[in-house]
């Protein structure tokens, strides 16, 4: 059996699909966020998109590496709120593994698992945080642990991702119970109990993104 590859496309296409995810879901992320924060997390996601979409075909011949780290950069540069430079930094860390290599070579299941744990690790140090604090990392944390699991036993790398997505979704589900201890959900204390995280909400889209585009 030949080697599971993912090729330079798929990271392009992926991004493609996240600019239209941006867009879909605009309302629904930013509903989210007005009954626990300040109801703009649906909006910063559509302004760095809509940056990234202005900028794409310049960065699509870039190498991996390169190309995230420009998508990164437009999120960083364009977004205020907390999730602009933690997406922002997930982006730009995603392709560190695979930074030796040129804009033609693919990526091996065993690589794009450290890419997804090089994207989250930066998003725990810079927002000094971890799961059970009602954030993001309630859905990236289990759904990278599952992806390391799955791969470590051999499974089959969609089907692999695939479980990554699922315990993505539970944690997100798991953020309904939890009293914030990061973000601006803190502030509501008790309040926000009974409410999904906005950022772990789009994070569980966007693996999804991730895992749909993945060839079998
Ligand atoms: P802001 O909170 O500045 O308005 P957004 O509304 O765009 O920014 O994003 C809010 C989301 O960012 C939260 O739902 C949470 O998932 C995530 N978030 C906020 N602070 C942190 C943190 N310190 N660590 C990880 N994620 C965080
Ligand atoms: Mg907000």
Not at 77 to 88: A, E
Not at 118 to 124: D, P, T
Not at 169 to 191: C, D, F, P, Q
């Amino acid at each position: 059996m030949s080697e599971y590859i993912l090729e330079k496309d798929y990271f392009v296409k992926v991004i493609r699909d996240l600019i239209v995810l941006a867009e879909d879901r605009k309302d629904y992320f930013t509903e989210l966020d007005s009954a626990i924060g300040d109801g703009d997390h649906g909006i910063n996601l559509s302004i760095g998109f809509r940056e990234v979409s202005k900028n794409i075909e310049t960065w699509k011949d870039d190498s991996i590496k390169d190309f995230y780290k420009e998508v990164g950069k437009a999120l960083l540069d364009k977004v205020g709120g907390s999730s602009g430079p933690l997406y922002g930094s997930f982006f730009m860390k995603f392709g560190i593994p695979v930074k030796t290599k040129g804009p033609d070579e693919g990526v091996t299941f065993g690589e794009f698992v450290e890419m997804m744990e090089s994207g989250v690790a930066v998003i725990k140090k810079r927002g000094k945080s971890t799961t059970g604090e009602k954030t993001m990392l309630d859905t990236f944390v289990p759904a990278v642990e599952t992806l390391r699991a799955e791969y470590e036993k051999g499974t089959p790398a969609k089907e692999a991702m695939a479980k990554a997505v699922e315990a993505g979704k539970a944690g997100l589900e798991s953020t309904r119970n939890i009293v914030a201890t990061k973000g601006r959900a803190m502030r509501l204390g008790e309040r926000a109990i009974g409410h999904l995280d906005p950022g772990a909400a789009s994070a569980a889209e966007i693996l999804e993104v991730f895992y749909n585009n993945m060839p079998d």
